[in-house]
């Protein structure tokens, strides 16, 4: 049972537009949200978090929306940079320290 | 800080064979996890440690599958025998105390023909 789903699995922006993606979750217990990005062969690497106390969470570029009775968080990045181009992963947990729920990633390219 | 480090980074057995991988988390980290990362979907944990404890075992294959943390820093995850199925790759991740955010080594790419 897929409790956290990314329905888009890839995604192409423009240089310098914004970049949405996109992410779902059916756990009403879920309380932390975190986004990772990876690149090929590499690891996920942290990326940005929110907890359900809150409703955006913002660091640079990238902002995380999180709109908790739809059970839907938005991860935005402003403005894309070709850099950008990787798999994001966004995934969930119950408080912190237990492990986390991932979707099945969004494959964002950004054309120069 | 050197982040955590996996090995190896590759591996290609036939099936029935055993294998296992290494990993050695962040210095001072108290919880590792082992995911597993199928080919077109997000990681699944397999296992979460405390230290040297099991918090979370419950996606472990057991029948196949062992980890161990004897000394609460690294870890090893076995697989014996392995299946076609368990072709993936094998991420190891480990959080400081009290926080979410955590830090995944490379992975193993896991091949079984």
């Known amino acids: 049972d897929q409790q956290v789903k990314q329905n888009s699995p890839s995604l192409s922006v423009q240089e310098g537009r914004i970049s949405i993606l996109n992410c779902d979750y059916t756990n009403s217990m879920f309380d932390y949200f975190l986004w990772y990005k990876k690149y090929p062969a590499e690891g996920p690497t942290f990326l940005i978090s929110?907890?359900?106390?809150?409703d955006k969470n913002e660091d640079g570029r990238f902002t995380v929306f999180l709109n908790k009775s739809a059970k839907h968080l938005s991860l935005h990045i402003v403005p894309s940079q070709p850099g950008d181009s990787a798999v994001y992963f966004c995934?969930?947990?119950?408080?912190?320290?237990?492990?986390?729920?991932f979707g099945t990633g969004t494959s964002l390219t950004v054309i120069p | 800080e050197a982040g955590v480090a996996q090995s190896p980074r590759y591996k290609i057995i036939e099936k029935r064979q055993s294998v296992a991988f290494w990993c050695n988390p962040i210095s001072g980290h108290a919880t590792l996890y082992w995911y597993q990362q199928i080919l077109g979907q997000g990681p699944k944990l397999l296992i979460q440690f405390q230290n040297n404890g099991v918090v979370d075992d419950s996606q472990l294959p057991k029948d196949r599958f062992s980890a161990e943390r004897l000394k609460g820093v690294d870890s090893t995850l076995k697989i014996q025998p392995a299946k076609l199925e368990d072709s993936a790759v094998y991420l190891c991740?480990?959080?400081?105390?009290?926080?979410?955010?955590?830090?995944f080594g490379q992975g193993t790419r896991l091949t079984v023909v």
């Open positions: 929110i907890s359900s106390i809150k």
């Open positions: 995934a969930a947990s119950v408080g912190t320290g237990n492990q986390f729920y």
């Open positions: 991740a480990s959080t400081p105390d009290l926080t979410a955010e955590a830090f």
